[in-house]
């Protein structure tokens, strides 16, 4: 049996043996860390086996496949999105409303990025079927968004078109814009990101210049 002693006689500390839960943590902690390096596409389980220090040929008791990687990743960040946003939608006028929705989208969206940027990554890597599995959430928030639009409507300030097919705009706007956001300094995030709320507000506005709302 090989000794344990180390050169100082002393016994080698044995590296306590990491539970279901601790391992999945480390996987997790991989693959946000490989995803956010080489993509979602291009990375491998065998590279994220390695850096969380699980052997190759057990990795397989622990993910069946990529994709429950990136679930994990992305576990409680559309729900908690929505709730933020739900809660922004309550009060006040229906283009007050839309304001306060889109700038907590961006608030919260912008401090997640390493979640946020691996879920748009992932991009042509995923199927249909699983970004519905990675995103259950996105017809809520098109329903979210076309509520206060019809809103809008009722009252006179927001343009005739389709509800549904506007907010499905402003979702894949919010989308794009995020992801741009972060190739921008840190610093000016914050003001891009209010000058893109204003005229996503303003392009949907009978009377944007009723508004008030800066582009500066």
Known sequence: MPSTSNPTGGEEPRSPR???????EDLLRAATEVFGRVGYTAASLDEIAERAGVP??????????????LEGILEGFHEERLTR????????????RLQRMLETYFEFTTGRFPQSSIYWQAGPGVTPQERERLFPERMAFVHLFAGVLRDGQGEGVVVDMDATLMAQSIILATHSMC???QREPEAERPRVARQFVALLVRGHAIDPAALGLRLD
């Open 179 to 181: 992801d741009a956001l």
């Open 56 to 69: 190759q040929g057990s990795i397989y008791f622990h993910v069946r496949q990529k994709i429950d990687l």
């Open 85 to 96: 946003v739900r809660q922004a939608s309550v009060g006040g006028p229906a283009l007050a």
């Open 18 to 24: 990491r539970t279901k839960v601790q391992v999945w």
